[in-house]
């Protein structure tokens, strides 16, 4: 038995519903779809998204007045889930195999609290203003089981995460939303021992923000983990900038990293912005802006 949570902002969610709803429905399997509008401004897409509950009597739709934020939406379906084991599928995502409810519901046992799927893209990519985000995906969340499962707490993502209801409900997040919550998240898990197993059940991500949003996002999440993180015992286990952050604090060396990083900053910016979308001068950024702000 499982209860299918879909979060939707702004994003037709047609095609991923009728997929799941086209598998579900082929299996001995109790299953439920719950998508929840975060009071999306784009009429025609909610309607669109409403429109779906006509079709099947597995899918359900609601629509917050006012935005919430994802955490706090994930939290509304999670409470209006009948069943104990919540799949979480981002709007924007898309199963990559015909098998994707099925090769969950292999994996399930008591042992196996949370299990990840994993996440994919597509192999070609040609759209350059949203091409950082395509090569940040590729290379930093893209992996296989095998590697995931080596450093579980370090690759989750909830963007397709089968997990216990009671183990959802139970962790306390931020009132005030913030990009970069996965890792809080995974720290949670991390902090209360939490098994998390890693598969092979991947899907597609498509909806990719552009250049200029995917990296002011990035910053936006350096700025939580310096608040949030780096004090957190454990946390370099699931955040390798908050673990090099703290080194370089441990050695007295965030302040003069942070005075180079003032002098290189226009052409760091450039380098990740450009034609190259250099992932390495992203991780110089992330490391330089941590240390002067405050």
């Given amino acids: 038995m499982i209860s299918i949570l879909i ?15 086209k598998e579900g429905q082929s299996l001995p399997l109790a299953f439920e779809i719950i998508c929840w509008d975060d009071c ?10 409403k429109a779906l509950a006509q079709e099947s009597e597995y899918y359900t739709y609601f629509r917050s007045e006012t935005n919430l934020g994802r955490t706090q939406t994930r939290t509304l379906l999670a409470e209006k889930a009948k069943y104990n084991r919540l799949l979480f599928l981002d709007s924007d995502v898309m199963p990559e195999n015909e098998s994707f409810l099925k090769n969950y519901i292999a994996t399930i046992s008591p042992e196996k609290p949370i299990i990840f799927g994993g996440y994919q893209y597509v192999s070609q990519y ?11 995906g590729r290379s930093r969340e893209s992996h296989i089981a095998t590697t995931r499962n080596k450093k579980p707490y370090h690759y989750i993502f909830s963007g397709n995460i089968l997990i216990d209801k009671d183990i959802f409900l139970n962790i306390k997040f931020p009132e005030n939303n913030f990009y970069g919550m996965d890792s809080y998240f995974s ?15 991947p899907v597609l991500h498509l909806g990719l923000e552009n250049n200029e ?48 990083f003032n002098l290189s900053e226009p052409l760091l910016r450039k380098m990740i ?22």
């Fill in 40 to 49: 999306s401004p784009n009429v025609s897409i909610s309607e669109s998204n």
């Fill in 273 to 294: 912005l450009g034609k190259n979308q250099s992932l390495f001068c992203l991780d110089l950024y992330r490391l330089g802006y941590i240390c002067v702000i405050k």
């Fill in 7 to 21: 979060p939707a902002y702004n994003y037709d969610v047609s095609d991923l519903v009728r997929s799941l709803l």
């Fill in 187 to 201: 720290y949670q898990l991390y902090k209360n021992t939490i098994p998390v197993v890693h598969i092979d059940n």
């Fill in 126 to 136: 040609d759209n350059p203003t949203s091409m950082l985000r395509w090569t940040y």
């Fill in 213 to 260: 949003i995917f990296f002011k996002k990035s910053l936006e999440a350096v700025k939580i983990r310096k608040h949030f993180f780096p004090e957190l015992p454990g946390i370099e286990n699931i955040n390798s900038l908050v673990k090099n952050y703290n080194r370089l604090k441990r050695f007295r060396m965030d302040k003069p990293v942070g005075f180079f």
